[in-house]
């Protein structure tokens, strides 16, 4: 694999279209190095990649086990944004979960004692503000509905480089920062309730769910006139 990896060359094709590395012109002699060496590719890769601390999730396919601690969380992100760490008790999968999405991301704030609310990315999680930004950028452009599919093709190139095991946490985590202004539709038809089936399916159907961006202050001024 060593020599494999010292006869290549590697490129960005599609985000930057530059020259990375070429092997033999690095001092490469120990496995250790070798090691460094591919991390540091890899964060030329994917520069704005967020720092995910979860082995659970961060992959491109996950366990039984680990779906089934993401329904658990998704569902505590829906119900328990009041809580201090969602009302999670002892140590369960969820928990790991919530420390690399959420705490660690500096998402969930205590606004009153006792009282915790969920925040749109700040400075602090700068990687997941850019995310953002894009994905509302994109949808303040388009003129029709912006599927699932098409955040995480976006989220899942450089410079982000989102694993698909992932991907539900994150949108979920969008979603609910965002819902002053975001309108979820799931085959075309506006979701008015997030509940425990729209996690169901949004775990399992997500190319079914589209959003746009809207202004719901606008909307209802507009129904106050009828």
Same mark, same amino acid.
């Given at each position: 694999?060593?020599?494999?990896? +010292? ?11 530059? &020259?990375?590395?070429?092997?033999? %012109?690095? %001092? ?14 890899? &964060? ?31 569902? $505590? ?12 008790? /002892? ?12 705490? %660690?991301?500096?998402?969930?704030? *205590? ?5 915790? *609310? ?10 997941? $503000?850019?995310?953002?930004? %894009?994905?509302? =950028? ?6 029709? &509905? ?5 955040? +995480?093709?976006?989220?899942? =190139? ?15 985590? +969008? ?28 775990? /399992?159907?997500? =190319? ?19």
């Amino acid at each position: 694999v060593q020599n494999l990896f +010292f006869q290549s060359e590697w490129f960005v094709t599609s985000y930057q279209k530059n &020259y990375l590395k070429k092997w033999q %012109d690095l %001092d490469i002699n120990k496995p250790q190095t070798l090691n460094s060496e591919v991390s540091n590719l890899f &964060y030329e890769f994917f520069p704005s990649a967020p720092v995910i601390k979860n082995e659970l999730t961060n992959k491109t396919k996950v366990s039984a086990n680990a779906n089934q601690a993401i329904k658990v969380f998704l569902n $505590k992100l829906l119900g328990k944004t009041n809580e201090n760490k969602l009302g999670i008790e /002892k140590t369960p999968p969820e928990l790991t979960i919530y420390n690399a999405y959420v705490e %660690d991301q500096f998402l969930h704030k *205590e606004i009153k004692p006792n009282i915790y *609310e969920l925040q749109y990315p700040s400075n602090k999680s700068l990687e997941f $503000k850019n995310m953002w930004n %894009d994905a509302i =950028k994109i949808m303040t452009e388009s003129i029709d &509905y912006v599927n699932a599919e098409i955040l +995480f093709d976006i989220w899942s =190139k450089p410079p982000y480089g989102i694993k698909r095991g992932a991907f539900p946490i994150i949108l979920m985590l +969008f979603i609910l920062t965002n819902k002053d202004k975001l309108a979820v539709y799931q085959e075309n038809i506006f979701v008015t309730e997030l509940d425990d089936h729209f996690v169901e399916c949004l775990m /399992k159907l997500t =190319k079914e769910f589209s959003f746009t961006v809207i202004d719901f202050d606008q909307v209802g001024e507009n129904l106050e006139k009828y």
